[in-house]
């Protein structure tokens, strides 16, 4: 959805190789369920945290050396309710080898974070949730009932109440918002804010980006987050130790 040349050029450059990779065999997963580990999280007095390993990015600088799997059970171990790993190569230092590792290591529900244009893309390797922008996505409900029918768990993300009205009407369960704007990869908190009404009440719904402080944890909570995905704040600093802290950020 939306024209090109109303996007960062580090977005077009994304879907640009994006539209270049293919799929392999069909997927067939069988998933552990993110509700699930939604609620064991809420039971146990945890901030529900999707922990990203994230190598590096276009709105980051430099890379992070350290070992996806060590990093994804540091953050297991620091609380995460859930991982999510990139997987686009060009531009996050991603594969798709590093979420079979990470998967296998772990047993925390885990998101395969890339930009998805098509049907076959989601046949590259097993996931228990699989990230779909709405943006990007003519046939959004078509990409999630594909989705489904491989055993994955599809999170739409979303960035307006239009596209979260679109999310809602493609059958999603699982709606995050993203604070970061594709168009100019600038940061709004507010945006959470703003359309988290669209979706809560219908949907599990998770604050995505910008969130670097155990203040705005508490801040998304407060706007009606079930979850929360961070990557670069954690692999900024001590993933185990930053993660301890923002699910802990209610108790403090």
Known sequence: MGHDEELAPAV??????????????????DARSFPAALERAEREG???????????????????????????????????TALSVLTEPEHFGGTPEDLRRVRE????????????LREEQLDTVAADLVLLIARFLDDLEGMVAAARDRGFQPLVEVHTETEAERALAAG?????????????????????ERVAPAVEGSATLIA??????VEDVRRMRAAGA??????????AGHPRKTVHEFTTAERQ
Not at 109 to 115: A, E, Q, S, T, Y
């Open 105 to 116: 290591a772990v047993d925390v529900p885990v998101l395969r974070k890339d930009f998805l």
């Open 226 to 235: 079930d979850a929360l995905l961070v990557g670069s704040a954690l692999m």
């Open 46 to 80: 945890r901030v529900p945290l999707v922990a990203e390993v994230k190598p590096t990015s276009p709105t980051t600088d430099g890379e992070h050396d350290l070992d996806p799997v060590e990093t994804a059970e540091a953050m297991v171990e620091g609380g995460a």
């Open 172 to 192: 999603a369960q699982v709606v995050g918002v993203n604070n970061r704007d594709l168009a100019r990869l600038e940061v709004d908190l507010g945006t959470f």
């Open 208 to 213: 995505e980006s910008g969130i670097g402080t």
């Open 12 to 29: 077009q450059s994304i879907l640009a190789t994006a539209r270049e990779r293919g799929g392999g065999e069909r997927v067939s997963v």
